[in-house]
């Protein structure tokens, strides 16, 4: 691109080194600015107009451009803009959010806490299980297993965790005690002939094996995703995690579920866990919980994962981990704000009834001659591209079909994720039916003109 000198692109190819972006590449195409939000739309900084079908990045369940989340960060900014949670220090904000968080979580859990990022929540698990485990007396007990394909963030054990090539490559990362297993994605994975049950029975089996290579008394901890998003939106077979969950019981291994994008309705119940019936040991979520308007993430877990680390806390002194911005009041203050939306507008009731049409649209480019899979469960949803239907082959050059394909989505209105060529779909929770359509009408113009 030729960006007028001091104008916003001309600088931003000059100072901003972007997160997650071909650096040489953005140089020459200059940045998308957005410039502004309302409901489901975002609009450029020349006025144009796009359906945001990512809520960003999987996050603004509100949409964009909600006053009373403005007001509440206001209110709270005049009040009590900052206060920490150090060395028995409090404040009401975290008070309630935490409680709100123990009683709206899945399974049984007994405490909250708060970090800033995703990426953080899960750091931060990794270092309340070896604590615990330590705690126990049991310091082998350290392993942790994830799975390829899954995202659990890029910070240094949160990368190790996350089962992403891009994400590791020359980062030195994942920690030799970070393993992963197979991604439970039936249609890419199975054997031929292979029936879903079969499917997830093998891969139940796999982590069965792996826990056995490696000893169950080195073994700590699994963590998935129930839907895995930023992998490529990733829907398990119906029976995976009862699957999977019996093995992690059997070996004492501990289950923490990643609802960093599943979280609040994704799925169509509010937890994926509520999808697939995990009951965790400790879960994460984000995103959602502030519609991303500032960052947060909450971690909880039950009260016999807390009460050994605790009683360690006694026994040392103090639990040395924590943020200065741990349960921020601004954060606390828009989550409880947000969470009030959600239930006052009944934004994750109205999953299951949005979720027939926003899959019937979905499903409706399946018979493509470039379209492998379409899948989706509640309002998430993908469209994986490949260059024989038949042979579920890929492209030659990996991505740039789906990177041309995102260019014309944003020539007709529409920012969707290209995650390399599958096409990720995860709106805001208050789109509407008319919405959907226009949505996909949208899309379906772009794909239109990729294969003209
Ligand atoms: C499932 C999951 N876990 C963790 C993360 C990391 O969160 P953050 O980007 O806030 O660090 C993400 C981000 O997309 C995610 O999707």
């Given at each position: 691109m030729t960006a007028l000198p001091n104008s916003p692109a001309a600088r931003d190819i000059e100072y901003y080194f972007h997160p997650v972006t071909n650096a040489r590449r953005h140089e020459q195409l200059g940045p998308m600015i957005i410039a502004k939000g309302e409901g489901i739309h975002?609009?450029?900084?020349?006025?144009?107009?796009?359906?945001?079908?990512?809520?960003g990045l999987w996050s603004v369940a509100v949409g964009f451009g909600e006053k009373r989340l403005a007001?509440?960060?206001?209110?709270?900014?005049?009040?009590?803009?900052?206060?920490?949670?150090?060395?028995?220090?409090?404040?009401?904000?975290?008070?309630?959010?935490?409680?709100?968080?123990?009683?709206?979580?899945?399974?049984?859990?007994?405490?909250?806490?708060?970090?800033?990022?995703?990426?953080e929540a899960n750091d931060t698990v990794v270092k309340m299980i070896w604590y615990y485990n330590n705690a126990l007396g049991r310091p082998q007990k350290k392993k942790i297993i994830s799975r390829l394909k899954g995202y659990h963030g890029i910070t240094l054990v949160s990368a190790s965790l996350t089962g992403l090539p891009n994400n590791h490559r020359d980062f030195d990362v994942p920690f030799p005690q970070f393993k992963h297993v197979s991604c439970p994605h039936h249609w890419r994975f199975a054997e031929p002939g292979e029936s879903e049950e079969d499917?997830?029975?093998?891969?139940?089996?796999?982590?069965?094996?792996?826990?056995?290579?490696?000893?169950?008394?080195?073994?700590?901890?699994?963590?998935?995703?129930?839907?895995?998003?930023?992998?490529?939106?990733?829907?398990?077979?119906?029976?995976?995690?009862?699957?999977?969950?019996?093995?992690?019981?059997?070996?004492?291994?501990?289950?923490?579920?990643?609802?960093?994008?599943?979280?609040?309705?994704?799925?169509?119940?509010?937890?994926?866990?509520?999808?697939?019936?995990?009951?965790?040991?400790?879960?994460?979520?984000?995103?959602?919980?502030?519609?991303?308007?500032?960052?947060?993430?909450?971690?909880?877990?039950?009260?016999?994962?807390?009460?050994?680390i605790a009683d360690n806390t006694a026994k040392i002194g103090t639990f040395?981990?924590?943020?200065?911005?741990?349960?921020?009041?601004?954060?606390?203050?828009?989550?409880?704000?947000?969470?009030?939306?959600?239930?006052?507008?009944?934004?994750?009731?109205?999953?299951?009834?949005?979720?027939?049409?926003?899959?019937?649209?979905l499903h409706s480019f399946k018979d493509h001659p470039l379209v492998g899979e379409t899948r989706g469960v509640g309002l998430i949803g993908a469209i994986e591209l490949v260059a024989d239907k038949k042979t579920k082959a890929g492209f030659e050059k990996p991505g740039a079909t789906?990177?041309?394909?995102?260019?014309?989505?944003?020539?007709?209105?529409?920012?969707?994720?290209?995650?390399?060529?599958?096409?990720a779909f995860c709106p805001p929770l208050i789109i509407t039916d008319e919405q959907i359509d226009d949505l996909f009408d949208r899309f379906g113009r772009a794909f239109a003109r990729l294969t003209a």
């Open positions: 975002v609009f450029d900084d020349q006025g144009k107009e796009y359906i945001e079908a990512m809520a007001e509440a960060a206001f209110r709270q900014m005049s009040e009590l803009p900052f206060y920490h949670s150090f060395s028995h220090k409090s404040h009401p904000q975290a008070i309630a959010l935490a409680e709100r968080m123990v009683k709206m979580a899945p399974g049984k859990m007994g405490k909250a806490h708060f970090t800033n990022s995703g990426s499917f997830a029975t093998r891969l139940a089996q796999e982590l069965e094996d792996k826990i056995l290579a490696e000893g169950p008394e080195t073994v700590a901890a699994f963590f998935g995703e129930p839907v895995m998003g930023a992998g490529g939106v990733f829907i398990p077979p119906r029976t995976y995690w009862q699957k999977i969950q019996d093995v992690c019981r059997k070996y004492d291994v501990l289950i923490v579920a990643d609802e960093v994008i599943n979280g609040f309705g994704r799925t169509g119940n509010v937890w994926g866990c509520d999808t697939y019936g995990i009951t965790p040991d400790i879960m994460v979520c984000s995103k959602q919980i502030t519609s991303s308007y500032v960052p947060l993430a909450a971690i909880t877990l039950t009260n016999e994962i807390y009460n050994v040395g981990h924590g943020f200065t911005t741990s349960g921020h009041p601004l954060a606390m203050a828009v989550a409880m704000e947000n969470l009030d939306i959600i239930e006052e507008r009944n934004l994750m009731g109205r999953v299951p009834q949005l979720s027939p049409h926003f899959l019937k649209r789906g990177l041309r394909l995102a260019e014309l989505g944003h020539e007709e209105g529409i920012i969707f994720r290209a995650i390399g060529d599958i096409i």
